[in-house]
């Protein structure tokens, strides 16, 4: 298993910061001061104290009972292990060092010390936490710990670990024992308990200690009579009574009653019972006992020699650790400075952070630093420049022409310091603390897009500075960019700016422009084409390379159906009517579309048994077998537009909603300054452009309402213009098409030859599976892959218009005409841009966007009802969707309320499956704000329509993550624990009810972020417990996979490490003590949630009923939408899935789909009002046109050719409101006479 690149410390710098580490303080220092690296140093920014001023510099003495110290002239061998127990005199912690060269027995003769000139001190790495110390659930400060610790230099290898451990007295136990307020209460309790027995003096403060230590004294040297202690002892009864039990208990004192002489009870304690002097590296109960009576020894001496008169005591004078934890740590002779004699650990002057920083200290020799130097790099090579930059500093600071000379000669090497690599990012643009998550590709992109503006020797500076950043990143790509290389596909594909997919007409364009604009330049750009030419084996580029001249190459399906506008490849054409296109092509344009028509021919015949003289009509089926007049069509996509399909088929249900827009002439704000100058739509003043903007919209979306009502087929398109407007936030929906043009270019197609559009191949229709699977993204600016489905779409606008759709089973197959069919429209490249642009606009929008955007739309074109506080206007849209929130704030200031209109709610999922009231209490809940204070929030006035979307897109550690945490939802949401009051309970009685729920959701969050520090790691897919056991694995099957490599390996071959049988036991253990933490913080949660939502299981005033759920099926690249929504008035759940619409199963909605690597998930949910539900929603509203009613009499009359040109992208504002979907001359191909106004109304009412 490869190492973890991290800094380390050279054994001085760690017995330094071992001196000065104090676990009292770690949390408020923000780090382990021994554990882990100081942050790196910068000189631009004030001073940071490497030391926090409050910790203690620790005075060590050793503790020889419990110590295991080198021999002078003891040499080291397979069993050496070295401990050094000593304990601070001031703090009174305990510290305890050791070295075990046992682990390591193969490296014990290549251990680092004084004389090994590779590695003349150890380098530590630290490897992480020990928790056989007995760790508490809560981490606390005074719980022991054991740090581990590994030498970096490969011939060493040995291990080291210190173990931190608590006074066994706190600072409680002490103040119990020497309280003189304590002491007099416990003086006058045992004059109540022993009456004239009791002493006649109180206990000084320094009696219980004095006592206390000759009671241990006593038990390390036991004698006959002094084990037994008589709780009604004169001295022991005034001086510990009844209040120090759990001390003694805790030092391995007993008591019992006994039988007296005089038959009564007594209460009599018993000295501890340790064991004989053993092993000292064995923890014993003699280890306690010898703990405490050092730190006895350290109280009493603290106490004035004249209040130690009568005391017992016999002082004890440790020495001093620090020459022992050198020994051990073989650094008590390492090569100083000259003039310097110590390191600063006992005061508080500190050392220049460059020392702490390369894991050295301020006496080191130049090649001891040169070594520490050379230790980080190895070990931590992703920050080599912040060491070259200490390194470089501190040749200076020293005056050392050693380290200046070894920094010139690193430098020449291409090594850079932290602040030129900051200047080399910078120049690009880029924040260096954005540098970890930058790719090459990103910088490498920065670069070439700034060569195009900048001089010659501006770009040979930009080349040095990329040269930078390649050495710093270790990057092949990068140095060979600053080089101008070219040598791989990939560098001559990026020579010409192409992608690598990129057709070989590109690439020789590129080649002429690149050339024309630098003739000096035509060596390089022959040299990148011939690579290309290879690696694809291209005839065609070979050939240009000598002629200058390219041969044409093969057509494919996909440039065949271009040329004749077809997008949708999915569905049988009229191939009598592409015929008729090539008889009436011009004579240079004949030769071409006869051979992409003799491709779609066969394409037509393989994929759907479609020949020349056979009708469409019949290829064509049904999507499904509803009769019209019963059920919703469905909606044709026109690119990945797939939610905005899922917000239309919302919206024509809400049926308040659909007659404003059928008949919004009635509703229309008059567009002129005078009266719209105090219209506020969204707090923001609506222009008169914008209103004009807005009604356009209105008339397009009442057009396709009307298409939805009247359409005699099962599916309709919603225009083009309808989506820009809908996903464009301008006034203008070209200009926003603009804008919203993305750098990457728009992928509607591979390029074009001769003015022709070329397209991929597509996926053939198979009517066994379900269209939902083909790629329509919002989510993201990549696509996911197509696949082969069901897509049974009908021709878009630029598609032959001349074509019948139309089937037997609903419609009459007109006679064929007596005159030449029209003329069929050329390709349509500006519709074609249009939907390029829509895809574009489609991702970088969210759902509360796009349906946030409608409203403001529909409230722009219509006129208010009232005007509401900040003149906001009322209308429909804000009496069905639009809630009053309240905001309640408070703050050191007070008490803040706050108002707000909302038009949904945003929810997280919480990075698990939970049902929609867990969501919705943590949004509405009480919560922290951002400088102090708490805030809540709660309903005043609630909307009719209650519409909730889902946070699924998260950011964790800076990557872009897709929750699929499934959400529960319930058929009835009762909405009054979210109201300000409610029909049977006032706004205090809620609140009451608010903060019972409040105090069970903060345990909760607690609880919540324990679970995700267990959770959190840097492996996808697993948490630590199971990161852990799969370590676990690993090293088991390593070594008996290096057992199996030992037996036939050669001799001299270096060994491989040997993990220890020990780590991978520790390992499954400690993860299997993980893995039941997890499941029971998972089972509290659970059980937390059932009482949080227990709060208000009384309250059901104000019920709400499951209306529709917009859903999801993909991942942050991209995906597919669809929505489900209720039919109230026929009680059934009903699928919208673009141009299919079906019975929907309940237990795709309220259910977790089990089984699928991406399972789709609800992200956007609507409830209606239970009381509202049957009047404000129709889910069908369906007047089919028949043959018939298409008609106005029996035969039909000659009517002129239409002539099918380009169509005008902007429609004059005069005459939208002449625009009728029934006024169409050609409708889906068919001819048809106007009808009259009487059938419109007749056909648009809602019954």
């Known amino acids: 298993m490869a190492a973890v690149m991290a800094p380390g410390k050279t054994s001085p710098r760690l017995l330094q910061d071992l001196l000065t580490y104090d676990a009292r ?52 061998d397979e069993t050496t292990v070295h401990k050094v127990a000593s304990f601070c005199n001031k703090c009174r912690w305990h510290f305890d060092v050791v070295v075990d060269f046992r682990k390591e027995s193969g490296h014990v003769h290549r251990a680092c010390k004084r004389g090994n000139e590779d590695y003349a001190l150890h380098h530590f790495l630290y490897e992480g936490e020990d928790d056989s110390n007995g760790l508490d659930a809560m981490g606390g400060r005074q719980r022991p710990r054991t740090y581990r610790f590994r030498c970096s230099a490969p011939p060493c290898r040995v291990p080291l670990s210190v173990t931190i451990k608590p006074p066994r007295f706190s600072d409680h136990d002490i103040e119990t024992l020497t309280n003189q307020a304590q002491l007099r209460q416990r003086w006058e309790r045992a004059k109540e308990l022993a009456g004239d027995r009791a002493d006649a003096v109180m206990a000084r403060p320094v009696d219980a200690p004095d006592y206390l230590n000759t009671y241990l004294h006593d038990c390390l040297n036991p004698a006959k009579g002094k084990a037994r202690i008589p709780l009604l002892n004169r001295k022991f009864l005034k001086t510990f009574g009844k209040d120090c039990d759990s001390i003694l208990t805790r030092l391995g004192f007993t008591n019992s009653l006994e039988e007296e002489e005089d038959e009564s009870m007594a209460e009599v304690w018993y000295l501890p019972r340790p064991d004989e002097a053993a092993d000292p590296l064995t923890s014993t109960l003699r280890n306690t006992v010898e703990d405490a009576r050092y730190e006895l020894n350290t109280l009493l001496l603290e106490y004035p020699e004249a209040e130690r008169t009568r005391c017992r005591h016999q002082p004890m004078y440790p020495p001093e650790s620090r020459g022992d934890m050198q020994k051990v740590l073989a650094c008590d002779d390492y090569a100083k400075l000259a003039g310097r004699i110590e390191t600063r650990s006992a005061n508080h002057e500190e050392d220049h952070p460059y020392y702490a920083s390369l894991g050295a200290v301020g006496d080191f020799a130049d090649s001891l630093v040169l070594f520490a130097f050379s230790r980080q790099v190895e070990t931590d090579l992703a920050n080599q420049s912040y060491y070259f930059e200490c390194l470089q500093d501190l040749a200076v600071g020293r005056n050392s022409e050693m380290l200046q000379t070894q920094v010139s000669l690193m430098a020449s090497k291409g090594v850079t310091s932290k602040r030129d690599l900051d200047a080399a990012y910078k120049s690009f643009g880029i924040d260096p603390a954005h540098a970890s998550v930058i790719g090459d590709d990103h910088i490498i992109g920065s670069f070439r897009a700034r060569l195009s503006d900048i001089s010659p020797v501006q770009a040979e500076e930009a080349r040095r500075q990329l040269r930078i950043l390649g050495n710093a990143r270790d990057s092949d790509r990068i140095r060979a960019e600053a080089a101008d290389a070219i040598e791989t596909f990939e560098q001559a594909m990026a020579w010409f700016e192409l992608e690598k997919n990129q057709p070989d007409d590109f690439v020789t364009t590129m080649f002429t422009l690149k050339t024309q604009d630098n003739p000096s330049c035509i060596d390089n750009a022959r040299k ?83 020949r020349i003289g056979k009708s469409a009509q019949q290829a064509e089926a049904r999507r499904n077998e509803y009769p019209l007049e019963t059920w919703p069509v469905g909606l044709r996509n026109i690119g990945n537009t797939c939610y905005l399909n899922s917000v239309l088929q919302f919206l024509f249900t809400i049926k308040p909603l659909r007659q ?60 083009i213009d309808l989506a820009s407007l809908a996903l464009c936030r301008t006034d203008n929906p070209d200009t926003a098409a603009e804008v919203l043009k993305s750098s990457k270019p728009i992928e509607t197609s591979l390029g074009s030859v001769d003015g022709i559009a070329i397209s991929g191949p597509m996926p053939q229709a198979d009517s066994g599976k379900d269209a939902s699977i083909l790629a329509d993204s919002v989510m993201g600016e990549e696509q996911i892959e197509p696949v082969p489905g069901d897509r049974e779409d009908a021709k878009s606008d630029t598609s032959m218009q001349a074509m019948d759709l139309g089937t037997e089973s609903d419609q009459t197959v007109p006679a064929p005409p007596e005159r030449p069919p029209p003329i069929p429209p050329r390709p349509d490249v500006q519709n074609r841009i249009k939907i390029g642009r829509l895809e574009e606009s489609a991702r970088q929008q969210d759902a509360a966007e796009v349906m946030g955007n409608i409203f403001d739309l529909v409230s722009c074109a219509i006129k208010g009802e009232d005007v509401m506080r900040e003149g906001e206007q009322f209308d429909t849209i804000k009496k069905l969707f639009y809630s009053d929130v309240t905001t309640v704030q408070k703050t050191k200031r007070g008490v803040e309320k706050l108002s707000e209109l909302r038009n949904h709610y945003l929810v997280s999922p919480g990075g698990r499956d939970r049902p929609m009231y867990a969501t919705l209490d943590n949004d509405f809940g009480l919560g922290e704000m951002e400088g102090g204070g708490t805030r809540y929030d709660y309903i005043e006035q609630a909307a009719p329509f209650q519409i909730i979307n889902v946070r699924r897109l998260q950011f964790e550690g800076g990557s872009p993550q897709y929750n699929r945490s499934h959400i529960g939802l319930d058929s009835t949401l009762y909405m009054d624990r979210y109201l300000a009051k409610t029909k049977s309970l006032d706004e205090l009685q809620l609140l009451r009810l608010r903060e019972v729920q409040w105090t069970k959701q903060q345990e909760l969050r607690e609880i919540e972020h324990e679970r995700q520090r267990l959770q ?19 090293l088991d099957n390593f070594m008996v996979n290096k057992s199996d490599r030992t037996e036939v390996a050669d001799e001299q071959q270096e060994p491989l490490l040997n993990p220890s049988m020990e780590l991978v036991d520790a390992l499954h253990n400690k993860a299997q003590h993980l893995q039941k933490d997890l499941e029971s913080m998972e089972e509290h949660i659970n059980q937390l949630e059932s009482d949080i939502d227990g709060v208000f299981k009384e309250c059901h005033d104000h019920p709400y009923r499951l209306h529709a759920v917009f859903t999801h099926s993909g991942d942050i690249k991209g995906g597919h939408y669809w929505i489900y929504i209720y039919d109230f008035q026929s009680g059934m759940w009903r699928s919208y899935n673009d141009d299919r619409v079906t019975i929907a199963d309940e237990a795709q909605i309220f259910q977790r789909e089990d089984g699928s690597i991406r399972p789709h998930v609800s992200t ?84």
């Open 25 to 76: 303080y770690e949390d408020r220092a923000g780090r382990n001061l021994l554990t882990t690296a100081p942050p790196q140093h910068d000189p631009r920014q004030p001073p940071i104290a490497a030391v926090p001023y409050r910790n203690c510099r620790h005075v060590l003495l050793t503790k020889i009972e419990q110590s295991q110290l080198p021999r002078a002239g003891q040499p080291l």
């Open 528 to 610: 990148a084409l011939s690579i290309i030419a290879e690696e694809r084996q291209s005839e065609r580029l070979r050939q240009f390379m000598k002629s200058g001249t390219m041969t044409e190459p093969d057509m494919d399906v996909g440039e065949a159906y271009a040329l004749f506008s077809v997008d949708n490849r999915t569905l049988p054409l009229d191939l009598d009517v592409l015929q008729t296109t090539v008889d009436i092509a011009p004579p240079a344009d004949v030769e071409k579309l006869q051979k992409a028509f003799a491709i779609i021919q066969q394409d037509q015949a393989q994929n759907f048994d479609n």
């Open 660 to 719: 404003v827009i059928l008949n919004c002439d009635e509703y229309f704000e008059v567009p002129v300054p005078e009266v719209i100058s105090k219209k506020k739509v969204g707090r923001a003043t609506v222009t008169v452009q914008r209103v004009l903007t807005a009604q356009k919209f209105v008339r397009e979306l009442r057009m396709f309402f009307e298409q939805m009502i009247t359409a005699p087929t099962d599916t309709v398109q919603p225009a």
């Open 1016 to 1034: 959190a790691t840097e492996i996808e897919g697993l948490d630590l417990a199971a990161t852990l056991e799969e370590t676990s694995v690993f």
């Open 1164 to 1247: 956007g949910v609507v409830y209606v009002r239970a009381d509202l539900a049957e009047e404000y929603t129709q889910a069908v509203c369906r007047q089919p046109l028949t043959s018939e009613n298409q008609r106005s009499g029996e035969t039909a009359t000659d009517t002129p050719d239409v002539v099918m040109g380009d169509a005008t992208d902007v429609v004059p504002v005069s005459s939208l409101n002449q625009i009728r979907y029934h006024d169409l001359g050609v409708l889906e191909g068919v001819e048809k006479h106007l009808r009259s106004d009487s059938d419109v109304k007749t056909e648009t009412s809602e019954g």
